[in-house]
């Protein structure tokens, strides 16, 4: 219900949470029988509906339950962990980095830093207004004057480092560093440092960096020396009593929090700096659980570690499916019943990993604003359970308030005519920042787009679409309504589909769109007139560019090679490969004869039947001409070797000796085949002229029904024949 109205202020909402929180009722409100859990939800519900607000009142509510004493009958006496460290998230919420401006502003006289810092290191406990009244305290747990940081240190802690997010004061980030003597380090628990780091690391956001030098900075240099090592037997003077085991605790928990607070700095982007600075840690933890040395750490420590920098890994590469990641999700998750140290939280944390890295079938990812950042924290807190009711440090429900921070980044390209989802060509520009320029990304859709607002255009760039670019200064609300109704976006080949017949040739205007969608015109040139000087015939080029035109137009421009070799079918009728080039123009013409009886499909036929038709006549055109050639006056036999050759093999005799031209045997073998002329007997017995050889029949074309009925062009076998 909070997260529903998140950052709403809703007044009805706050009173159905006021009903079960008893900090929301007034002091004479009667008491209810509310389960300890409810009150925890609700406290965080309060932090949810007041998000980013500032609100006064809510805040006071925060503070005062942050530091909450146990009442009378052992209320607020278990799991006291769980309830200061949710007033404290909460608190964090409603002054998720506005710590700068609240802290002078509306909340002065509250002093925030100094009381949230006051419950993060101890100290007196601190006297509250009577606004912030507490109830009576227990007559069974005493605790003193001073505050208890046991109990108010982790919310404390998270309160002002999410207060004070991306201010990069160094005052109050100073408050964060680690112990910087070994005397000091002994009086504060290792798992405080994981939250002082990744506090530190949210003041100062900026300065965060994806490298194992920037991780290994936040470990005090007293410590560094000493931390994952075997005691030295003989120990330096000094040394001798050296207490590793919290030595080592403190580095994982510095590293986990290092690693945490990187993971949310690039949460989504799929950064290979991020990812392999983490990948190098998770590596090295994992060979360190097989040592005997993760016994002086502490295994459960290890395993703690580990799964912190898994789920820090999976962050980074939400919704992308990383096989790595995987590999080593699937190599932890073997570990059920060999190791005693694998726990309930170990596997929940592991899955949580698992279910980052697919993020809703890897069509969303991670954002990183401000309310989706606080969101990582509370649901990916690296704090987990030993079991599945083990509320004692965090409630287990908060781990579903990851959904805040998805944001939908799936693009998906569909044609405009039939919405069907096509690949496509997709270019992000990503800003400039101060410490390099914004490079430029080409995606191929179906793809998860970056954060959008680390871009600055998105746009359509592929050859067979029509350009679309949208950019922040135009349209990018309308590429954010796309993400979030799911990501179709429709694109337009950029073609003449809907046109009829052969283009013969193109307008200016037309080559002028088609420059503009990255086809070349000097390409174009070039192509049509070096094959025109290398192939013969004046209407070569003609024909080429009617093609070409035509392949580009119908949006098929991978037909270009197929359509150059069809043009080039008429012209090697002769050469050596005759009879498999006369067959190709024959399948072709078939090919064009059942386009023509499905005349009414509504299919988009492969080639336009002009094409066929043109191809066919050239071929015919180039047989006359062969024909006319041998019956020229250079040829000194004179007649038509040629239309004596095709008159001698319908008659069934041999071929005369003029026919030892090895191109006029091609020619012949040609038009045989393409033309299916039978044998004589057999062209005999089909026109009842009863078998054998003999002379051709009188020049009419009825009575050589045999000899022209297998022909696809009849009327130039005929010509040939007389």
């Known amino acids: ?28 409100a009667t008491e209810l029988p509310l389960s300890h859990n409810t009150q925890v939800a609700s406290l965080l519900g309060v932090g949810l509906v007041y998000a980013n607000t500032g609100h006064r009142h809510m805040v006071e509510v925060c503070l005062q339950q942050l530091g909450k004493l146990p009442g009378p009958e052992l209320e607020n006496a278990m799991d006291r962990e769980s309830y200061s460290l949710t007033a404290g998230l909460a608190l964090g919420l409603i002054t998720m980095g506005r710590g700068e401006a609240l802290a002078v502003g509306s909340l002065a006289d509250l002093h925030l830093p100094n009381l949230l810092h006051n419950y993060m290191l101890g100290g007196p406990r601190p006297k509250l207004s009577n606004s912030m009244m507490d109830r009576p305290q227990s007559d069974q747990i005493k605790e003193g004057d001073n505050i208890n940081t046991d109990i108010t240190s982790p919310g404390a802690t998270l309160a002002l480092g999410m207060m004070y997010w991306n201010s990069g004061n160094e005052n109050i980030a100073a408050w964060m560093n680690a112990p910087d003597t070994m005397f000091l380090l002994d009086f504060v628990r290792p798992d405080f440092l994981m939250l002082r780091t990744l506090a530190k690391g949210l003041i100062l956001w900026d300065r965060i960096l ?3 030098e920037w991780v290994e900075s936040q470990v005090p240099a007293n410590i560094v020396g000493h931390c994952l090592v075997r005691p030295p037997d003989d120990p ?16 994982c928990n510095i590293i986990s929090g290092a690693a945490f607070v990187l993971a949310l700095k690039f949460a989504g982007t799929w950064n290979l700096a991020a990812f392999h600075t983490l990948d190098h840690y998770v590596k090295k933890f994992i060979a360190i659980s097989r040592r005997s040395i993760s016994e002086l750490t502490g295994k459960a420590m290890i395993e703690q570690t580990t799964c912190t920098l898994v789920l820090s890994q999976a962050i980074v590469m939400a919704g992308s499916g990383d096989l790595n990641v995987l590999r080593v999700c699937r190599f932890l998750r073997s570990r059920v019943h060999t190791s005693t140290i694998v726990t309930y939280g170990s596997h929940m944390a592991i899955h949580m990993a698992i279910g980052l890295l697919f993020l809703a079938g890897g069509s969303h990812a991670l954002a990183r604003t401000p309310t989706a950042i606080a969101a990582l924290i509370i649901s990916c807190f690296p704090k987990f359970p030993t079991h599945s009711n083990d509320n004692r440090y965090h409630l287990q429900a908060f781990r579903h308030l990851y959904v805040l921070a998805v944001e939908p980044r799936l693009l998906t390209t569909r044609l405009t005519e039939t919405g069907a989802i096509v690949p496509c060509s997709v270019a992000v520009q990503y800003a400039d920042t101060p410490q390099y320029v914004g490079p430029s990304l080409t995606l191929t859709t179906p793809a998860l787009l970056p954060d959008l607002n680390n871009l600055t255009s998105v746009s359509i760039q592929d050859k067979n679409f029509w350009r679309t670019t949208m950019t922040k ?23 003449l589909s809907n046109s009829k017949g052969l ?17 070349s015109r000097s390409s174009w040139q070039k192509m049509v007139f070096h094959e025109a000087r290398s192939q013969p015939g004046e209407d070569w080029a003609t024909h080429l560019q009617s093609l070409i035109s035509s392949c580009v137009f119908k949006e098929q421009r991978q037909l270009l090679p197929f359509i150059h070799t069809l043009l080039s079918i008429p012209f090697n009728l002769s050469s050596h490969q005759s009879g498999f080039i006369s067959q190709y123009l024959r399948s072709l013409l078939s090919h064009r004869n059942i386009q023509q009886s499905n005349g009414h ?3 988009q036929h492969l080639l336009e039947p002009e094409t066929v038709i043109s191809v066919g006549q050239a071929a015919s055109l180039q047989v006359d001409k ?4 041998n019956n020229s006056p250079n040829n000194p036999s004179g007649g038509s070797q040629l239309r004596a050759g095709l008159r001698d093999f319908v008659r069934g005799e041999q071929l005369r000796p003029r026919l030892g031209d090895p191109s006029d045997r091609q020619m012949l073998s040609s038009l045989v085949t393409l ?3 039978p044998l004589a007997a057999t062209a005999d017995g089909d026109s009842g002229n009863g078998g054998g050889g003999g002379h051709l029949p009188a020049k009419n074309p009825l009575k050589l029904i045999g000899q022209l009925k297998n022909s696809p062009t009849p009327a130039s076998l005929f010509r040939l024949l007389h």
Do not use: R
Not at 17 to 26: G, N
């Open 1 to 28: 219900l909070a997260a529903s109205h998140l950052g709403t202020m809703d007044l009805l909402v706050t009173k159905k949470l006021a009903t079960q929180l008893e900090a929301l009722l007034p002091p004479t």
């Open 210 to 212: 994806p490298s194992v």
């Open 236 to 251: 330096p003077p000094g040394q001798e009593n050296l207490d590793y085991e919290t030595i080592n605790q403190a580095y």
């Open 473 to 495: 200064e135009s349209s990018w609300a309308t590429l954010q309504t796309i993400l979030n109704l799911g990501g179709d976006f429709s694109v337009k080949k950029c073609g």
């Open 503 to 519: 283009l013969w040739s193109l307008s200016e205007e037309e080559l002028v769109m088609l420059e503009e969608n990255g086809f």
């Open 601 to 603: 499909s509504q299919h």
């Open 626 to 629: 062969f024909a006319m050639a």
């Open 675 to 677: 033309h299916q002329v």
